[in-house]
């Protein structure tokens, strides 16, 4: 009888040794293929750098996998692709899921996709997933019993679940290591849970990624010889949210759908104050801009080691929340879960995440509508005027009331009146 922890080991030893060896291929790749990231206004990097980084991962991962059939086939290891009960999951087309979000950040890394096909790529891999079986289910209400039937919402819920998951890491990589480290955190935490559950196939795959990403954060870690790319930060999204289904049986708890997003707690908080940050300053949800976590504590003084070890230790913090949440009842858990969330939030209000760093600036001699950053005079202006607006709808707003309040007091007046 093999002990249980040996597969796992092996996993994790094949697919940290792949990355580490195939990684130099990988940045020869890009360099080829002129896969690189020159340093520019939006753009940390100083050094023009290669970006296929998915190439060693991708790599990593699909060693492991071959390690884990031999293990099966050959030295008794236990079987892990097996679904959760009430759910089947057709492996072989979770396999092609991986292939296409793969693939879709190569094709970006390449020749630099325009958000609609690489979102369409990313919606495809998502709909093979489900389509193989890879769904939410339904889930329990941990407070009052019973089960909340999603019906056919299932499928488009999980496809908007998995492509969420592919763009919070793809945003959050912004400075080196910062992307694979969070991931290698967060992935060893589901490998944890997963084990606590029973769930062989999460388990099998989080560690494996766990060692694919420490592996390449080898290199990947400042000051970095190679990116992830698109081909390594869209897949490392992909892995994450599909682990974090699979640890899901057909029948969720509440709490087993929160905890992955817990883990992820800082790429979504930086996506969450990307989005309202741009709505406020009236310009595209999908305008890059330079007011990402990273780049607040850039500016607060951080280096950029200081700033990602920083984030690494926040992300260690959920994860260990997340597992503690596992081990306490529903309201301990309750608990648990707002004091990180209240922590994160006075987090991003410290750094000022949704104060807007870009702004629309028309210009009236020219009559050009332009965006301007911080560093350009018309940017104050715009604040300004944004500001006195905003004081002008609220001077409004209070004399609307304060003239509602009147006109409700004087029939009052009339009436005592007349009773005189």
């Known amino acids: 009888m093999v002990d249980w922890w040996v597969p796992y080991v092996s996993l994790f030893v094949a697919a940290l040794a792949t990355a580490v060896l195939t990684t130099p291929l990988a940045r020869k790749i890009a360099w080829k293929l002129d896969a690189v990231d020159y340093p520019s206004a939006r753009r940390i990097n100083k050094r023009p750098i290669p970006r296929m980084g998915g190439i060693a991962i991708f790599l990593a991962l699909a060693v492991a996998v071959a390690v884990q059939y031999v293990g099966t086939t050959r030295f008794h290891w236990p079987v892990v692709l097996v679904p959760s009960p009430r759910m089947t999951v057709d492996y072989y087309r979770l396999a092609l899921a991986f292939l296409i979000i793969f693939v879709t950040g190569l094709v970006d890394d390449m020749i630099q996709l325009k958000p609609l096909p690489k979102l369409l790529g990313q919606v495809a891999a998502a709909v093979v997933a489900v389509s193989g079986g890879l769904v939410i289910g339904d889930i329990v209400n941990p407070f009052v019993g019973g089960e909340v039937?999603?019906?056919?919402?299932?499928?488009?819920?999980?496809?908007?679940?998995?492509?969420?998951?592919?763009?919070?890491?793809?945003?959050?990589?912004?400075?080196?290591?910062?992307?694979?480290?969070?991931?290698?955190?967060?992935?060893?935490?589901?490998?944890?849970?997963?084990?606590?559950?029973?769930?062989?196939?999460?388990?099998?795959?989080?560690?494996?990624?766990?060692?694919?990403?420490?592996?390449?954060?080898?290199?990947?870690?400042?000051?970095?010889?190679?990116?992830?790319?698109?081909?390594?930060?869209?897949?490392?999204?992909?892995?994450?949210?599909?682990?974090?289904?699979?640890?899901?049986?057909?029948?969720?708890?509440?709490?087993?759908?929160?905890?992955?997003?817990?883990?992820?707690?800082?790429?979504?908080?930086?996506?969450?104050?990307?989005?309202?940050?741009?709505?406020?300053?009236?310009?595209?949800?999908?305008?890059?801009?330079?007011?990402?976590?990273?780049?607040?504590?850039?500016?607060?003084?951080?280096?950029?080691?200081?700033?990602?070890?920083l984030m690494y230790a926040w992300t260690a913090l959920l994860c260990l929340g997340s597992f503690l949440m596992t081990q306490v009842e529903v309201w301990p858990r309750v608990i648990i879960f707002a004091l990180l969330i209240a922590a994160s939030a006075g987090f991003a209000m410290r750094l000022h995440l949704f104060e807007p760093v870009l702004r629309h600036h028309y210009d009236d001699k020219t009559g050009?509508?332009?965006?301007?950053?911080?560093?350009?005079?018309?940017?104050?202006?715009?604040?300004?005027?944004?500001?006195?607006?905003?004081?002008?709808?609220?001077?409004?707003?209070?004399?609307?009331?304060?003239?509602?309040?009147?006109?409700?007091?004087?029939?009052?007046?009339?009436?005592?009146?007349?009773?005189?």
Not at 159 to 188: H, M, Q
Not at 206 to 225: E, K, M, Q, R, V
Not at 369 to 397: G, Y
Request: glycine content about 8%; hydrophobic content about 45%; charged content about 20%.
């Open 149 to 309: 039937t999603l019906g056919w919402l299932t499928y488009p819920i999980t496809v908007i679940y998995l492509v969420a998951y592919v763009n919070i890491i793809n945003l959050i990589d912004g400075l080196d290591g910062l992307a694979t480290g969070i991931t290698c955190i967060s992935s060893i935490t589901m490998f944890v849970l997963a084990s606590l559950a029973g769930r062989l196939d999460a388990a099998a795959l989080s560690i494996a990624l766990a060692g694919a990403t420490l592996g390449f954060l080898c290199y990947n870690f400042h000051p970095a010889s190679i990116f992830l790319g698109d081909s390594g930060s869209l897949l490392l999204g992909f892995a994450l949210g599909t682990i974090s289904l699979l640890n899901v049986t057909r029948v969720a708890g509440l709490t087993t759908i929160i905890l992955p997003l817990l883990i992820a707690g800082i790429p979504i908080m930086d996506t969450f104050s990307a989005i309202i940050r741009r709505k406020r300053a009236h310009v595209s949800v999908s305008h890059a801009d330079k007011g990402h976590i990273h780049h607040r504590l850039i500016h607060e003084g951080f280096d950029q080691r200081q700033a990602v070890l």
């Open 368 to 420: 050009e509508d332009t965006i301007v950053t911080p560093e350009d005079p018309a940017f104050a202006e715009e604040r300004d005027a944004a500001e006195e607006r905003r004081e002008e709808r609220h001077e409004e707003l209070r004399e609307r009331i304060h003239g509602g309040h009147e006109s409700d007091d004087q029939p009052d007046d009339e009436t005592n009146g007349s009773d005189e």
